[in-house]
């Protein structure tokens, strides 16, 4: 056998061990979905074994010897091909996964997996009672296993090997500068919104019915480029995306009744995801390839479509129409500039999401900084509710009612671990500005376009620079790639400064 | 460590490896059930190969050389137990199942698999154009497939491994000589029926609206013992019931706004074999014997409920008011009598699924006839068509409009094998007969009880006596433990002589 035919069978091993990961994965996910959809409580129990059996399974195919010398035997195979090429990528991607679950023991992954989900637990408990006390135990022993995770890799920053699994290449050294240079930027801009007099925004707080919400956002989300026959929207308290297979990727939404932007604006959001995962290239299908490259990219392609285009003027000029006429009653004597004002109201409130596109990152920016200083052991937990309480009070001048609206408001620590947790949203929002200032440097008409309900432009040129490549270049990559520059703060302060100075009476131009 | 610890530490290990198979089994079912229910099309193709990935693994668990020795180790606990005790059940259902699993190569089995989803593609087709020779060449490749299969076990017909893969013990030497006696019984009950005029069931094709009658069969199951706590109800093109965990058991349901039948025996029919899997033993749970015994044990759960429950005189005193209040024009002119009678008409029809209870078992034995037939040699597909029209016009005096409404009507040959596929369904009719008769045995209050809407004396005696036990015991086992005999068709033949000669006005008694 000549190496080259060697070589292609070793691959096609290679494939055949993902497809079988992938399937096991995706069977988890499945199963999650269920869980969070339609499945009844009496299920609760026997569920989490069943997905933990999958990805311990997953874990187990994943890091077994013969994938390790199937990716050595490949190394000269790799070495041979270009750097983009499916083959040389889905071995460089499959071998970082690799060496990264062989490095922590299985054991210790079990281990956190079950106090993940009695802290979960716990924390349910102390938020409806808004007792940060009976968490925080939980929350120390997550500290302590987030910091044993983090020594099982090399590392300059303790954060670093956390942020990593999520955020590729992105480390404290670079965020943090970069986080504090955004923070100088956006804290004047902040005050100098909020000083002029406060928009009305009760127009979008009168009686909504559900499933006539539900429909427009369908609507436009399969205008945008959503794919109903390789996807589905159903509702869950807290909105997400999955993916199962490129065919198969679904996202959910929740609906208040009295509030038209909470569901309509989520579902943008996840249809913005959703339209990153069916887009990936079918030749990657099955492998691990198959999704998106980062939390940062994965968010800015949620963001780009929730608020660069659908919170922009131009989006509402063509759906404004459409939505009036559902809503006649509501928002007949609503014209679209008072409309566009109230669905990008600024307000400095203490609930992440729930946050305006200028001061959100605020919000993100001050998780960071805390999630570092307590994997620093510069913040004990226990001093953790006041040290967040400061800090909302210096960024944004408010104080948190209780700990429940505060310290306690996001999951991911009490579920999931500290470190890495935060980063990739303001990533996100960093990331879409300058990807869509790429996309429109390339194509000057998208604007235009997107007035007219055009999406086509945006989505393909989208599909073919960011989606299409599934996890082939890191975010770093793609972005230089994309926008032949590297991270910076400045599409975003820029798209941010533009639109909010055309929008806002502001007094001179907004301090850059 | 003493014998006795050691053994409980293999038990234990045993347990855990059945688990995980149980988890992936599990994941193979919610996926299942996901594709027939939620599923976009675009994610059929991955589907496939996921459900395939998760049963390669868990026949790969199963057949793992560790439960072979384990199941070795343990054989003087098993020995030491009673019969009867969890501990030497699951001991003796899992070795009975490792050794089935072992017998049969994976690539066989992965070959044979693929075939039935080619051969399924085939039949869907042939169906829809009425053309039996596009499915010719795959039936007489699973027919190929089906006796290499049967030939990897000791037999001494070759339809006895075949059948026993899902009625354990059943043997064609125990079911020819049954199914003639019943046959030489039903013909002459039938030709007494048919001979009478036809009772008039046009109440039954009015307009009734569908989310009224699934709510009314929601209504109904709910009333009978199905816990929605632990189950849910959905609707697809074929009702089937699917279980994920004890706590967790799904049934489907479809509905013809035509047709108030259809949807309501269905509903009652899948809710019986849910009952069976939601009131498994919670300590069988996660283990091989947390599912049903047999194939003609489930049925027999199902049909009790549909038929002899659910087309009772009785049930319908409890039930008509509330029929009737939900359906006022359609049924207020309607009497009970007159509904009753509609329900229970009797005719000779090509249909299996619409068969009544009467004529429904001749359906059945023409189907395991011509399986043995074929097995045997004795019958080639190319020939089969017109030994089925034959059949069908000497059993029921009817020919088929055409090879759909004839021997392709059913999935079962075309979509998995042929052998074992229908035996289950008479079994079924003749083992609710012999249970009912015995749990009235024990309770005689419980027919009264029915026809006063309390459902839990019948649904309790079931749970205990049938239910609890899931895999423990074998049909022939549970049904002399419950019944005090072995299987018999005196039952049946009596519970249909009682209830036709009292609603038709047949000239004398109905020859027995």
Redesign the interface.
């Known amino acids: 056998m000549s190496n080259i035919s060697l070589f292609q069978r070793k691959y096609q091993e290679l494939k055949n061990c993902l497809?079988?990961i992938?399937?096991?994965e995706?069977?988890?996910s499945?199963?999650n979905w269920?869980q969070t959809t339609?499945?009844?409580?009496?299920?609760?129990?026997?569920?989490g074994?069943?997905i933990a059996?999958?990805k311990?399974?997953a874990h187990e195919e994943l890091t077994d010897q013969s994938i390790g010398q199937l990716l050595e035997d490949l190394r000269p195979y790799e070495q041979s091909l270009p750097y983009g090429s499916t083959e040389a990528s889905l071995i460089r991607v499959t071998r970082r996964d690799y060496e990264r679950a062989t490095r922590v023991p299985p054991k210790f992954m079990a281990k956190f997996c079950q106090h993940q989900a009695v802290s979960y637990e716990a924390w349910v408990k102390a938020k409806s009672l808004k007792d940060f006390s009976i968490v925080r135990p939980y929350l120390e022993k997550t500290l302590e296993l987030s910091r044993e995770l983090a020594s099982f890799f090399p590392y300059k920053h303790i954060a670093d090997p956390l942020i990593d699994l999520v955020d590729e290449g992105m480390t404290v050294s670079i965020l943090r500068p970069l986080f504090s240079k955004l923070r100088q930027k956006l804290r004047p801009i902040v005050e100098a919104i909020t000083s002029v007099p406060s928009i009305d925004d009760s127009c979008l707080h009168q009686y909504y019915p559900k499933e006539q919400q539900l429909q427009f956002g369908c609507n436009v989300i399969e205008r945008i480029g959503f794919?109903?026959?390789?996807?589905?929207i159903d509702v869950t308290p807290h909105p997400f995306t999955s993916s199962?297979?490129?065919?198969?990727v679904?996202i959910t939404t929740r609906v208040y009744e009295d509030n038209l932007t909470e569901s309509l604006f989520s579902t943008i959001h996840e249809g913005g995801h959703a339209l990153y995962e069916q887009g990936i290239g079918l030749e990657l299908?099955?492998t691990l390839l198959a999704g998106g490259t980062s939390s940062g990219i994965h968010e800015s392609q949620s963001r780009l479509w929730e608020n660069i285009v659908g919170r922009s003027r131009g989006f509402w000029e063509c759906f404004y129409p459409q939505l009036q006429g559902i809503f006649l009653k509501q928002l007949s004597s609503v014209p679209v500039s008072q409309f566009y004002q109230a669905i990008n109201k600024v307000v400095k409130s203490p609930i992440r999401t729930d946050a305006d596109e200028v001061t959100y990152n605020l919000h993100i920016m001050i998780r960071f900084d805390l999630e570092l200083a307590m994997l620093e052991g510069k913040l004990a937990v226990k001093d953790l509710p006041e040290a967040w309480n400061e800090r909302y009070k210096r960024d944004l001048g408010i104080v948190p009612a209780n700990d429940s609206q505060g310290v306690m408001q996001d999951v991911h620590w009490y579920g999931e671990m500290i470190g890495g947790m935060f980063q990739g949203y303001t990533l996100g929002n960093l990331i879409a500005a300058q990807i869509y200032q790429g996309a429109v440097k390339h194509n000057p008409e998208i604007t235009v376009a997107i007035e007219q309900g055009n999406f086509t432009l945006l989505h393909k040129w989208l599909k073919q620079n960011i989606h299409e490549h599934g996890r082939k270049y890191t975010a770093n990559e793609l972005i230089n790639r994309v926008t032949g520059k590297p991270l910076s703060i400045d599409p975003f302060i820029d798209y941010i400064q533009d639109k909010y100075s055309n929008m806002y009476d502001l007094k001179g131009p907004i301090p850059a």
């Open positions: 497809i079988k992938q399937a096991l995706a069977a988890a499945v199963l269920d339609y499945m009844p409580t009496g299920g609760t129990y026997a569920r074994r069943q059996t999958l311990e399974f794919d109903f026959q390789r996807g589905r199962f297979s490129i065919g198969d679904r299908e099955g």
